[in-house]
């Protein structure tokens, strides 16, 4: 595989670019083996996920301490994230979208569910619309919680499937699923200092019907 993506690295915290087919978890081939790898280090820690398939903007802790402080950024709402998705449709210019989510754990999918259970989770992100095109909405996203195929899902049900997305979309798109990890923001965990990236998507389609947003 070619070199990670680096983005910013200190000796506490790296920043990099998840491609996508990557898993975000450690595990053989994921992410943090192949940093480990790439900046000859020893620890390197997961502290927030990104599906498999989708690509874009993560941060990982070079100690177990960094690691800790970071997650509580995330328990606690000071860990930010944002997402950029090209759905299908047209969804209102913003909005809110708010859902029960349950997990089917054997054909490993995500669903909408209309009554509380034990395996329901309480699902909430924000939205707005950036740019349309031919059927296609560019649309900005952050995450209030964090659910397994939570944008995914939550654009689905309303008949807005992501572009590309093949376990919830539309099938027979020849186009990797346009979700992406825009920016991330969160207080540095040793020198306690505001830190901000952002990365626009790759010039790829679908993104590059809405090349003119990004230039």
């Known amino acids: 595989m070619s070199a990670m993506e680096i983005i910013y690295s200190d000796k506490r915290i790296v920043v990099a670019v998840k491609p996508a087919g990557i898993l975000s978890t450690d595990q053989p081939g994921g992410m943090p083996e192949l940093l480990r790898r790439e900046l000859g280090t020893d620890c390197i820690r997961t502290v927030h996920r990104l599906d498999a398939q989708v690509s874009g903007l993560m941060v990982f802790a070079k100690s177990a301490k960094a690691a800790s402080l970071l997650s509580e950024q ?3 709402g000071r860990f930010r ?5 090209v759905v299908h449709g047209d969804p209102p210019v913003s909005g809110t979208l708010v859902d029960l ?11 909408v569910s209309h009554v509380p259970g034990p395996d329901v989770r309480d699902a909430r992100l924000r939205y707005r619309v950036l740019s349309r095109c031919e059927g296609f909405s560019l649309v900005s996203i952050c995450l209030v919680t964090g659910r397994t195929h939570q944008i995914r899902v939550q654009f689905a049900s309303r008949g807005w499937p992501l572009a590309g997305d093949r376990k919830y979309g539309v099938g027979g798109e020849e186009l990797p699923i346009a979700l992406w ?13 505001p830190m901000e990236f952002r990365l626009a998507p790759p010039h790829d389609e679908p993104w590059t019907w809405f090349r003119n947003h990004f230039e």
């Open 74 to 76: 995330i328990r606690d």
């Open 81 to 85: 994230k944002q997402y950029l998705a």
């Open 101 to 111: 989510l349950g997990r089917d754990k054997i054909r490993r999918l995500t669903y």
């Open 181 to 193: 990890s825009y920016r991330l923001e969160f207080v540095h965990p040793e020198r306690e200092e």
